[in-house]
């Protein structure tokens, strides 16, 4: 039996630090015949315990990262083509991307770019391998009540960069919630897909341990309340941190056996230097439970 669990363990490494090189080579070969090589397998086995272990064939696991990352850069950059979204994703034309996009999506990569809908993208984008890991890294665990300084930011997300300066600032001046002696959270009040962009609210906050003294930021006080939450942790950019939400709810929340809690869900920010890469930051996403 320990034979067995051994060889299931590196079975499950070495598919893992495939998937891995994916995501880090996507403008690379991604053959079959490329992969199966790295992955010291035969093309047949391969391409048939990929399909097993993932959920998907090894192709079209492959175009789903590549239109995952072109739907991001389609959304973050007004300035980056179709054009080059196209060839960058691997599609020999714009029509060809347009329609591979839209049947992933809904939407046409233009209509995605005015006005991105992660939420569909959250629902459509079902590969068993992440659900499964999603699954697998969910942790119940005890949130102790925290006192935190907040900024309260309403109108569009697209402006929260500039809350966040401002907040930066009181906590450069106040001297209250020194970074990195005190954690960092942030409150969405709504949902940002779903709320017009002058009403979306969300509050930036960060930890301390004495009264908010009287300051020109309008910074007050809140308490995170303490109790059992679900939690789950976000790699990469939290400009996409709802690729990590929706499954929680879509797919683990059901067979959980769970209740949820009358409060908004909350960040734990883990990552707060600027000098750490986008696609190495880390969040974690807590989830009141009842």
Same mark, same amino acid.
């Given at each position: 039996?320990?034979?067995?669990?051994?060889?299931? /363990?590196?079975?499950?490494?070495?598919?893992?630090?495939?998937?891995?090189?994916?995501?880090? $080579?996507?403008?690379?070969?991604?053959?079959?015949?490329?992969?199966?090589?790295?992955?010291?397998?035969?093309?047949?086995?391969?391409?048939?315990?990929?399909?097993?272990?993932?959920?998907?064939?090894?192709?079209?696991?492959?175009?789903?990262?590549?239109?995952?990352?072109?739907?991001?850069?389609?959304?973050?950059?007004?300035?980056?083509?179709?054009?080059?979204?196209?060839?960058?994703?691997?599609?020999?034309?714009?029509?060809?991307?347009?329609?591979?996009?839209?049947?992933?999506?809904?939407?046409?990569?233009?209509?995605?770019?005015?006005?991105? $809908?992660?939420?569909?993208?959250?629902?459509?984008?079902?590969?068993?391998?992440?659900?499964?890991?999603?699954?697998?890294?969910?942790?119940?665990?005890?949130?102790?009540?925290?006192?935190?300084?907040?900024?309260?930011?309403?109108?569009?997300?697209?402006?929260?960069?500039?809350?966040?300066?401002?907040?930066?600032?009181?906590?450069?001046?106040?001297?209250?919630?020194?970074?990195?002696?005190?954690?960092?959270?942030?409150?969405?009040?709504?949902?940002?897909?779903?709320?017009?962009?002058?009403?979306?609210?969300?509050?930036?906050?960060?930890?301390?341990?004495?009264?908010?003294?009287?300051?020109?930021? $309008?910074?007050?006080?809140?308490?995170?309340?303490?109790?059992?939450?679900?939690?789950?942790?976000? /790699?990469?950019? /939290?400009?996409?941190?709802?690729?990590?939400?929706?499954?929680?709810?879509?797919?683990?929340?059901?067979?959980?056996?769970?209740?949820?809690?009358?409060?908004?869900?909350?960040?734990?920010?883990?990552?707060?230097?600027?000098?750490?890469?986008?696609?190495?930051?880390?969040?974690?996403?807590?989830?009141?439970?009842?």
């Amino acid at each position: 039996m320990l034979v067995h669990a051994d060889a299931a /363990t590196a079975y499950t490494k070495r598919f893992d630090a495939i998937l891995a090189y994916i995501d880090v $080579n996507l403008e690379g070969d991604l053959s079959v015949d490329a992969l199966s090589r790295i992955a010291h397998f035969s093309k047949f086995h391969f391409h048939r315990q990929f399909a097993a272990y993932v959920g998907v064939p090894v192709a079209r696991y492959v175009q789903l990262m590549r239109l995952r990352r072109a739907a991001h850069r389609l959304a973050s950059h007004e300035a980056y083509p179709v054009l080059d979204a196209a060839f960058d994703a691997g599609f020999d034309s714009p029509e060809a991307f347009s329609r591979a996009f839209k049947r992933s999506f809904g939407m046409t990569p233009s209509a995605f770019r005015q006005q991105p $809908n992660w939420q569909v993208w959250g629902a459509t984008f079902v590969v068993p391998y992440l659900s499964r890991k999603m699954n697998m890294q969910v942790q119940i665990v005890d949130f102790v009540e925290t006192r935190v300084a907040a900024l309260g930011h309403h109108g569009p997300i697209g402006l929260i960069n500039e809350s966040v300066r401002k907040f930066i600032d009181w906590r450069k001046q106040s001297g209250q919630s020194p970074l990195p002696a005190s954690r960092t959270f942030g409150i969405p009040r709504s949902n940002p897909d779903t709320t017009p962009g002058d009403e979306f609210r969300f509050d930036i906050c960060g930890e301390i341990e004495e009264p908010v003294r009287p300051n020109a930021w $309008n910074v007050h006080e809140l308490v995170i309340p303490g109790g059992r939450c679900a939690v789950v942790r976000h /790699t990469g950019s /939290t400009d996409h941190v709802g690729e990590t939400i929706y499954p929680i709810y879509r797919d683990w929340l059901p067979g959980s056996g769970e209740e949820l809690r009358d409060h908004p869900l909350f960040f734990h920010y883990l990552s707060i230097s600027p000098e750490t890469p986008q696609e190495q930051w880390q969040t974690d996403i807590y989830i009141p439970l009842a």
